[in-house]
């Protein structure tokens, strides 16, 4: 059977160390201490900083086909090490096994996907002969790591998250500075574990937990030069306006919509409603909050809906069984409840659900939420949702639109140009066709607009966003 160490270290400039034991990390089930961790106070955080600094001279040498070997390698330990990491993932996410395992696979898929993207960071050669002036000029442009990178990952996909910084990091050569969710430092740390078994230069990364208030250099230190946060919005935004020159990528919260029209496949529709709104107990940026249904289906599939999401079984993540764990902390599922009664408060109905024991709440349904609750306008991060009904396709994409987010959006429906005309009105940073829009594969770009977020994901496109273009003019006359 798959156990945790009772302590593990940080790691500072390629190599574990153990200065203290001062982190407890819970198991979000049961609410006991799962295992210790070290943490980094200020001092560690700048000679991390240090280090990276020193590293990137380095590291910006490196060979594409040497940054592909040590991405390689990564893929190969975590495939060796997969069922100790989703282990580690439900015990300390709280997240259901199955759950745990679907993550395990994606944080593999990413760091291949950017084992092969590392040797294909090509450039341009551009013409620059446009006006008589430049006969006989030529450019030739190519991309180079941007420097040291400051990365700060959230607790809901500890894994996977924290791979769509460091991953793309090792395929262009930038050394990087990461600070893992509190809740949820292990998948970073066991990544630590499996680069330090490389020829990384020294300092290329440090994997460093700390307290949020401890923090500051990750985002204020000018000698880094990128910083990537995902998380909440009001952090994310605070940390923008803190950043200083650097370039910031901001990956935050939603309060994702999705369609059903009335041409839909309910039956399909109904499946993966259900899995956007509920998987990991709706704590994804991108899970469905609102379910917008055309008049003429709005009663059948309410039913539907009302039905399936009685099915869910609730309780302990290890249970091969169970579809809804715990929320990250009682705190969190207090605050959702909250909100659940300021909806029933101002007219809501419930549908199903809304009851709640410490950390678990019950996967909810509602209906006739008043536009003005929290529930509507914030990012419920929790499992809740609640339909809407809609008599046009225009008014639907109105209502989608709605909101101060903007990352993804789901549509079911058959029509090609109800598909274009979304595709051109959504402002969003991406719309899925017959899908919700919790689905993401981890080489296509994600990211999104308005409060959602700045820059894109995906390991093509967070390469770009981590490298600058060094151009070069040439006169041949």
């Known amino acids: 059977m798959t156990k945790l160490k009772s302590v593990y270290p940080l790691y500072l400039n390629n190599e574990a160390q153990q200065p203290n034991t001062d982190l407890e990390v819970t198991d979000k089930f049961t609410g006991e201490v799962a295992f210790r961790c070290a943490q980094a106070d200020a001092a560690t955080i700048d000679k991390g900083i240090q280090g990276a600094v020193e590293a990137a001279e380095p590291m910006a040498k490196m060979a594409a086909y040497e940054r592909q070997a040590v991405l390689q390698h990564c893929v190969d330990r975590f495939k060796e090490r997969s069922e100790e990491l989703a282990y580690a993932l439900c015990v300390e996410a709280g997240k259901p096994i199955k759950d745990s395992e679907g993550e395990v696979g994606r944080l593999i898929d990413t760091f291949r996907i950017a084992a092969e993207e590392s040797v294909r960071m090509t450039g341009e050669v551009q013409p620059l002969d446009i006006s008589p002036r430049a006969k006989g000029y030529q450019g030739i442009w190519k991309r180079v790591p941007i420097g040291p990178c400051s990365f700060i990952s959230p607790f809901n996909f500890p894994l996977n998250l924290a791979a769509h910084k460091i991953a793309p990091a090792l395929a262009v050569g930038c050394p990087f500075v990461m600070k893992p969710a509190s809740r949820t430092p292990l998948g970073a740390i066991i990544m630590g574990e499996v680069l330090a078994e490389t020829n990384l230069p020294k300092g290329a990364f440090s994997i460093l937990p700390a307290h949020r208030e401890g923090a500051d250099l990750f985002t204020e230190d000018d000698r880094l030069k990128l910083l990537s946060f995902t998380g909440s919005p009001d952090v994310g935004w605070a940390l923008k306006a803190k950043a200083g020159k650097k370039k910031v990528v901001l990956e935050l919260g939603g309060n994702a919509a999705v369609i059903v029209d009335k041409d839909a496949d309910l039956k399909d529709a109904l499946e993966r409603v259900i899995f956007g709104a509920f998987y990991q107990s709706g704590q994804s940026c991108i899970g469905v909050q609102r379910i917008v249904i055309h008049a003429d289906v709005y009663d059948a599939f309410r039913d539907m809906l009302v039905a399936k999401t009685k099915t869910l079984v609730s309780g302990n993540p290890h249970d091969r069984n169970t579809f809804i764990g715990p929320m990250i902390s009682e705190g969190e599922a207090k605050r959702l409840d909250h909100w659940i009664e300021e909806a029933i408060g101002k007219g809501a109905k419930l549908l199903c659900g809304g009851k709640r024991e410490g950390a678990m709440l019950e996967a909810t349904l509602l209906e006739n939420v008043d536009p003005s609750t929290k529930l509507n306008v914030e990012e419920a991060f929790g499992p809740v949702a609640f339909l809407i009904k809609f008599s046009s396709f225009e008014e639907a994409l109105d209502i989608v639109n709605d909101?101060?987010?903007?990352?993804?959006?789901?549509?079911?429906?058959?029509?090609?140009?109800?598909?274009?005309?979304?595709?051109?009105?959504?402002?969003?940073?991406?719309?899925?066709i017959n899908d919700v829009p919790s689905y993401r594969v981890d080489n296509m770009p994600y990211g999104g607009v308005k409060d959602s977020g700045l820059g894109r994901e995906g390991i093509k496109f967070a390469m770009e966003d981590m490298t600058e273009i060094r151009n070069l003019v040439i006169r041949r006359n």
């Open 403 to 432: 909101s101060k987010f903007g990352l993804q959006a789901g549509i079911f429906t058959r029509d090609l140009f109800k598909m274009f005309d979304a595709w051109d009105r959504l402002d969003v940073g991406g719309v899925v």
